[in-house]
């Protein structure tokens, strides 16, 4: 919020300058996002009379001019310049002046003829706008010459822009920034007039009514205003609004801006013509209703929009903007000044809805203190009487049926001095405290405080604390060692197995991204997903940024697709990547939370293939000491390569699955280059996970090692053949290796070749080579008979 210097001057008294004044209301906890001075780069630039002009003897187009700038000598100018004659008074940039676009000017001779500076026009000076400038700038007969240009003109002014926080809509006024000022400067501030007088008899209330049909509305205050004079607001208003950037219209207008920028109340104004039942109704829209505003565009409405109807037709958006068939015309003779009170929310939905952020819905969306409304309202009167803009009506409608009144907040002073590590004694507690407005008692060493309505954010200990402790000054508040409890410390199961599966996957080369949970519905598209699909039930956002953040993602496939696409459009030659998550899987009771998943996503390309994934799956079941996995041949995904897909299972749980992205979803993202994404639950993989590492002896007894190779169809899969080799090789087979897969010229098609490194050990004694044999043999029969398998 912009706050020009001058117009808090009226309230506080402000004696330092307006870069202090920024820095000591950041230190008390006004967040000051920049001070703004404008006329400060203006520099040594005075006015001066031209007391006589000749023609410039080798140049027809320049003329040399003596000027008197109150020195001893005249100062020789030469200028192109035309407009000027003997007498007039104009602005003077002297030797070593710093123009507006920071341009220096300094003396030399133009074509022979010694020239001391230069004349200004309004553009040299900032002060032209979008105005064409034709010549120098002629001041007025009666300005004293030799002055400093930005004294005569009054140029040099500051604007102090606050970042408001959503906790402080106090603070959304020239007034709640006066009321800050005050506290930090230890100083008084003043309060505008507000009183005015009925310059009319009629009352308000025999002529309209209000109606509230929604509790949206919290209070609805109107008055009457006849023989409205509609003309240009004084000088001094249209000053205060301009530099607020708040652009003047007529006095009317002007008017209700003025008390939002100084009260923080918005405001509106209807012609009461347009109100054709004589009633105001304060109700929502009809479910696509149309409705021109008085930006001029048509808008459609929903149910969810508070709306102001006369009865018969919407002629505004509450809290928003005013309707253009209701708007303050030239020939405006009466109007009704509204000022209200809405649910924030409601306005902050209503107003992103239709993509129409104002002044007045950036305000009531921060829940604004509906008392505040009466001060404000009389306040708009008193201006219209002050600038005789028309007569205010006896009477007023206040509409308000659950009004709010102030609490008291009760807090121990020995409390505070411990929680901030002070040692403020409890009356100069009550001090900083009565600064703010927060009236204050001393019950022995307990402070009550009165809370008005306007402190919203004042309602616990803690709160009375901060106030103390931003007005007393944080700078001064010395450093303190924690105070803490004594409490059994330490990472719970899942985060140490999170750690592990994190550590484990960087140790694999690959790294870990992070992803946002929300997704685009378009997603379920791209990933090939069929119509019934149950990810694409997805959780819904009510409030979204916008499509592309509209639903909870039901997988995370999608959101690693998205990060891989996005390095491959760099012209990244390989991605590795890991992202430990969760997915949201709807109830089937709406009223009931999602439920959610821990999921860990990996995606790699380039350089890349198959059992590159596979190998990290299986370092990552390594790690967490999971045993007795097994894999299956997965060919349903449309999401995925149907040749080049497997699901993993611990016994019988899915766990995931993995292998080469389908060629149409890479389409879909952009890709040329193949892809590789695992997608495992990881509350799976948790419960049978084993962290506890037992230690056995090495083996008193040698090992026998039979290494086998076989011949069999290319469909059965390694791991049906590793299947039976572990079933029929009984306790004493210790471990199965797979150390070729091949198919060439000497195999024939549709076949492969396996080989396998095959060790037997018995714990207890050593193995003879006939028992060896036997089972060995066993093993073989069973493949041939089973799986068709031929020894190679």
């Known amino acids: 919020m912009k706050v020009p210097v001058k117009w808090l001057s009226d309230y506080v008294n402000i004696e330092i300058s307006p870069k202090e004044l920024g820095d000591r209301l950041t230190l008390s906890g006004s967040k000051v996002e920049s001070v703004d001075i404008t006329g400060d780069e203006i520099q040594n630039v005075v006015t001066g009379k031209i007391v006589e002009i000749k023609k410039h003897p080798d140049a027809d187009r320049l003329s040399i001019c003596q000027v008197d700038i109150n020195k001893d000598e005249l100062l020789q100018i030469v200028t192109a310049a035309t407009n000027m004659k003997e007498q007039d008074i104009v602005p003077v940039a002297l030797h070593g002046s710093v123009l507006h676009d920071g341009v220096k000017i300094k003396k030399g001779k133009l074509r022979g003829v010694m020239s ?33 240009i930005k004294d005569v003109l009054n140029m040099t002014s500051a604007v102090i822009d606050f970042e408001i926080t959503s906790n402080r809509p106090d603070c959304l006024s020239v007034l709640g920034i006066a009321r800050e000022t005050a506290a930090t400067l230890n100083l008084k501030y003043r309060m505008p007039n507000t009183k005015y007088t009925a310059g009319c008899n009629d009352d308000v209330n025999d002529e309209f009514k209000v109606k509230i049909n929604d509790s949206l509305c919290k209070r609805y205050m109107a008055r009457e205003i006849k023989n409205v004079k509609i003309e240009q607001s004084p000088g001094w208003m249209q000053d205060r609004l301009l530099e607020a950037g708040v652009r003047p219209i007529n006095n009317i207008v002007d008017i209700t801006n003025f008390v939002m920028l100084e009260f923080g109340e918005p405001m509106h104004a209807f012609d009461t013509r347009q109100i054709s039942t004589n009633t105001i109704v304060v109700d929502r829209a009809s479910e696509g209703e149309k409705f021109t505003t008085l930006d001029g565009q048509e808008r459609i409405l929903n149910s969810d929009v508070l709306t102001i109807k006369d009865g018969e037709k919407t002629i505004g958006l509450a809290g928003i903007m005013g309707g253009l068939n209701s708007e303050v015309k030239d020939d405006t003779a009466s109007i ?186 378009k997603i379920f598209n791209k990933l090939l997903l069929p119509e019934d699909s149950s990810l694409r039930r997805a959780v819904k956002i009510k409030n979204p940024l916008g499509e592309d953040f509209s639903v909870m993602r039901t997988t995370s496939i999608g959101s690693m697709m998205e990060a891989l696409s996005r390095n491959y459009s760099r012209n990244n030659e390989s991605a590795r990547l890991f992202e430990v998550g969760k997915i949201y899987i709807p109830n089937e009771d709406p009223d009931k939370l999602p439920e959610e998943k821990n999921i860990v996503t990996i995606g790699i390309y380039g350089g890349v293939n198959y059992f590159n994934l596979k190998g990290v799956i299986e370092n990552l079941l390594e790690a967490l000491k999971v045993e007795k996995y097994s894999l299956k041949r997965e060919t349903g995904n449309p999401t995925f390569h149907p040749g080049i897909t497997a699901k993993l299972y611990l016994k019988k749980d899915f766990v995931g699955i993995f292998g080469e992205v389908h060629p149409d979803v890479l389409d879909n993202y952009g890709m040329e280059e193949k892809c590789y994404i695992a997608e495992l639950n990881l509350d799976v993989f948790y419960n049978y996970a084993n962290l506890d590492i037992k230690y056995k002896p090495l083996p008193k007894f040698p090992a026998a090692t039979r290494d086998i190779s076989i011949i069999i169809d290319k469909d059965i899969l390694v791991q049906d053949v590793e299947d039976i080799m572990r079933k029929q090789g009984s306790s004493i087979l210790e471990s199965v290796k797979l150390f070729d897969v091949y198919t060439g010229k000497q195999i024939p098609d549709e076949k492969k070749s396996l080989a396998f490194s095959l060790t037997y050990r018995n714990e207890n004694r050593t193995l003879k080579d006939t028992e060896v044999n036997k089972l060995h043999d066993k093993i073989i029969r069973t493949l041939e008979n089973k799986l068709g398998a031929q020894l190679r």
């Open 116 to 148: 001391n500076g230069m004349f200004c026009s309004e553009q040299e000076l900032g002060l032209a706008g979008d105005k064409p400038v034709y010549g120098l700038m002629i001041l007025p007969q009666d300005v004293p010459i030799g002055e400093d």
């Open 336 to 521: 009704i000044f509204e000022c209200a009170n809405f649910d924030g929310t409601n306005i902050r939905v209503s107003s992103r809805m239709l993509a129409l952020r104002t002044e007045a819905s950036s305000r009531f969306e921060k829940d604004l203190d509906p008392n505040l409304a009466e001060i404000a309202l009389n306040r708009a009167c008193n201006l219209v009487q002050e600038l005789g803009a028309g007569e205010v009506c006896r009477g007023t409608i206040d509409m308000y049926p659950n009004k709010v009144i102030p609490h008291a907040v009760e807090v121990d002073s020995v409390w505070i001095n411990k929680f901030l590590g002070t040692d403020i004694d409890v009356e100069s507690m009550k001090e900083y405290l009565d600064r703010l407005e927060l009236e204050t008692k001393i019950d022995d060493k307990k402070l009550i405080i009165d809370v008005p309505t306007f402190r919203s954010d004042i309602n616990i200990k803690e709160d009375v604390a901060e106030e103390i402790a931003r007005i007393y000054g944080y700078n001064k508040i010395p450093d303190t060692m924690i105070r803490s409890v004594s409490m059994k410390s330490g990472k719970n199961r899942k985060q140490h197995l999170d750690d592990k599966v994190i550590e484990t996957l960087i140790g694999c080369g690959i790294n870990q991204s992070i992803s946002y949970s929300f997704i685009s519905p």
